[in-house]
C-alpha cells in the first residue's frame, strides 16, 4: 500500500492556524516561497477547500505567475474547483491573516498532518500484523522503508545554500583550530594526525588477511574511543560471541593472553579484577546475533537514539545476511551502499572490517603487500568507503625487510584510500608493533626492545595502551 499524508482524524487538526497561514500568504504572495519549503503536499490541510486554495498558490508560484484574488479565484475556476471557494470565500480567508513570519506555523502544521499519518499508518499496520499470512520480515522492511521515507522528505524541506556550506566549512575549522571538534580518531598517532580523526558520517573499511589482527587493531580502537575519548561505541561482533569479544579487552589490559585466560588455569584473579576495573562501566554495546541488513540497520538506530552511540564496529561484513540478494556479491554490495547511507544519515562514524580475496597470497615477496583489488567480493566496498584501511604483517609470509628488522610484532597499516587526505604509498606503510596475544597495538619497535609505548601520546594517568 502507498502511504500519502491523508486527513483522516479529528485530532491533530488546527483548522484556525491553516486558513491563518493561507490569509496570510494571499495578503503578502512573497511568503508563498517559505510556506512550500515546509508544506510539500495539499494533504498537510486538513481542511479540503485549504487544500484547494494551496494548490492553486504553488501551481501559480512554481509557474512564476502573480499571486493575488483575482488570479487564484480565476484559477480555481479553470480547474473546476469547488463552487464553495468563490472570491467571498478568498476575502473571508485573506482576512484571518495577520502574521508577518509564517515559518515555524508552517512547521506546526507539517507536524500536524505527521501526526495523522502515523496514526493512520499504525492502525493499517496493527491490521497487517494481526493478518495470520503476512510476512513479519517483509513487514519491518515495508516500516523502515516508509520511515525512511517520511525522514527523507522532512530532510529535504531543509535544503541549504552555498553560502549555508560555507559557513559550515568555516565553522568546522575555527572549531578544529580552537580544539572543542574532533574527529573519530583510532589512537594510532599516523592515522589520527593525518585525518584529524574522520568525520561523523564516515564509512571505512578495515581488510586484511586471516590472523592479520582485525579484531585486535579495532579492540585497541574501541579502548581509545571508550576509555580516552569517553564515546559510546557499538560493536556488531557474529564471527564470536560477546563473552568472547570482552575476553580481549581482558587480555589487552590484564598483561594475560588470549589463551591463558581461555584456559584459566594460571589467572590470579584478585590481579585480574583489579587490572581490569578501568573497563567497567565502559559505554561499549555488544550484538553477537547473527542477523540481517534490516536488523543490523534497526540496532544501529537504536544504538545512537538510546545510547548515543558515536562510533559502530561491524565484525565482519560478509557474515551479514540479507535475503533478497540474489548472490554473495550482490548481498555484500547492498549491505555496503546500506551503511555508507547510514553514517551520513545518523551523523555517526561506521568500520566495517572485510574479509581479503586469497589473490594476494598468491602473489610473491612483498608484492603480498594488499591493494584495493584484493578487496573480497565486491569493488562497491571500496567505491562506498571514506577510508579503506589494510593490515599486513610480513612475518606471517616469511618475509623481512633489508637489515632484518622484522619480527613477529610487526604490522604495517596501508591507508590506501583516505577521502580528505593523502593516502599511503602500497611501498611506504605506516610501522606498528601488534602483541597478538595480548590484542594490542604499541609505536613500531617498543616491543622488540621489551618495553610497551602507546600509540596516541596519551598521558600515564590514561589507559594502559
Known amino acids: 500500500m502507498k502511504y500519502e499524508l491523508v486527513p483522516n482524524h479529528l485530532v491533530n487538526v488546527d483548522e484556525q492556524l491553516e486558513a491563518t497561514v493561507l490569509g496570510s500568504v494571499l495578503n503578502e504572495p512573497s511568503m508563498a516561497g517559505v510556506m512550500l519549503k515546509y508544506i510539500r503536499k495539499p494533504a498537510v490541510f486538513y ?18 505567475e502573480p499571486i493575488d484574488l483575482v488570479i487564484i479565484n480565476r484559477h480555481l475556476r479553470t480547474q473546476k474547483a469547488d463552487e464553495a471557494i468563490d472570491y467571498y470565500y478568498l476575502t473571508e480567508l485573506s482576512n484571518k491573516g495577520y502574521l508577518n513570519i509564517i515559518d515555524s506555523h508552517c512547521l506546526s502544521l507539517l507536524q500536524l498532518s505527521i501526526k495523522r499519518y502515523l496514526s493512520q499508518y499504525g492502525a493499517d499496520l496493527r491490521k497487517s500484523a494481526l493478518d495470520p499470512s503476512s510476512d513479519p520480515v517483509a513487514l519491518l522492511s515495508k516500516l523502515n522503508e516508509d520511515a525512511d521515507a517520511i525522514m527523507g522528505n522532512l530532510t529535504s524541506m531543509r535544503k541549504k545554500t552555498a553560502n549555508d556550506y560555507m559557513k559550515e566549512v568555516y565553522d568546522d575549522i575555527i572549531e578544529k583550530q580552537s580544539g572543542r571538534k574532533k574527529g573519530i580518531t ?19 573499511i578495515l581488510a ?23 564515546n559510546a561505541v557499538g560493536c556488531v561482533t557474529i564471527e564470536m560471541s560477546g563473552a ?18 581461555n584456559r584459566a588455569t594460571t589467572i590470579d584473579l584478585n590481579k585480574l579484577y583489579n587490572r581490569t576495573q578501568v573497563l ?9 546475533v547473527p542477523l540481517e541488513s534490516l536488523e543490523l540497520q534497526y540496532i544501529i538506530r537504536e544504538w545512537v537514539r538510546r545510547q548515543n552511540v558515536k ?19 550482490e548481498r555484500v554490495s547492498n549491505i555496503s551502499r546500506s551503511l555508507r547511507n547510514l553514517a551520513r544519515e545518523l551523523g ?15 602473489r610473491k615477496d612483498f608484492d603480498k603487500r594488499p591493494q584495493l583489488s584484493d578487496l573480497k567480493e565486491t569493488s562497491q566496498l571500496e567505491q562506498d568507503a ?12 616469511g618475509l623481512q625487510y633489508e637489515g632484518g628488522i622484522v619480527d613477529e610484532h610487526t604490522m604495517e597499516l596501508h591507508a590506501l584510500k583516505l577521502r580528505g587526505a593523502r593516502a599511503t604509498d602500497r611501498d611506504d606503510p605506516w610501522l606498528l608493533d601488534y602483541d597478538g596475544a595480548c590484542n594490542r597495538i604499541a609505536r613500531y619497535g617498543t616491543m622488540r626492545l621489551g618495553g610497551f609505548s602507546a600509540l596516541s601520546g596519551e598521558e600515564e594517568d590514561k589507559p594502559h595502551f
Open 47 to 64: 481542511n479540503q477547500l485549504h487544500q484547494l486554495v494551496y494548490e492553486a498558490i504553488a501551481t501559480l508560484y512554481l509557474q512564476s
Open 186 to 204: 583510532f589512537g594510532v598517532k599516523e592515522i589520527d594526525e593525518r585525518t584529524g580523526g574522520f568525520p561523523p558520517g564516515s564509512y571505512i
Open 208 to 230: 586484511a588477511g586471516t590472523a592479520m589482527g582485525k579484531t585486535g587493531f579495532m579492540i585497541h580502537a574501541i579502548r581509545h574511543q571508550c576509555l580516552v575519548e569517553k
Open 244 to 261: 568472547d569479544y570482552m575476553a580481549r579487552f581482558f587480555a589487552a589490559v590484564s598483561d594475560y593472553s588470549n589463551s591463558e585466560l
Open 280 to 288: 567497567a562501566d565502559m559505554p561499549l554495546h555488544i550484538h553477537d
Open 311 to 329: 562510533m559502530v564496529v561491524v565484525d565482519y561484513i560478509q557474515l551479514v545476511e540479507d535475503p533478497r540478494s540474489l548472490n554473495t556479491r
Open 348 to 362: 555517526i562514524v561506521i568500520v566495517a572490517i572485510s574479509q581479503m580475496s586469497r589473490d594476494w597470497e598468491r
Open 386 to 397: 571514506t577510508a579503506v584501511l589494510f593490515l599486513f604483517r610480513p612475518s606471517k609470509c
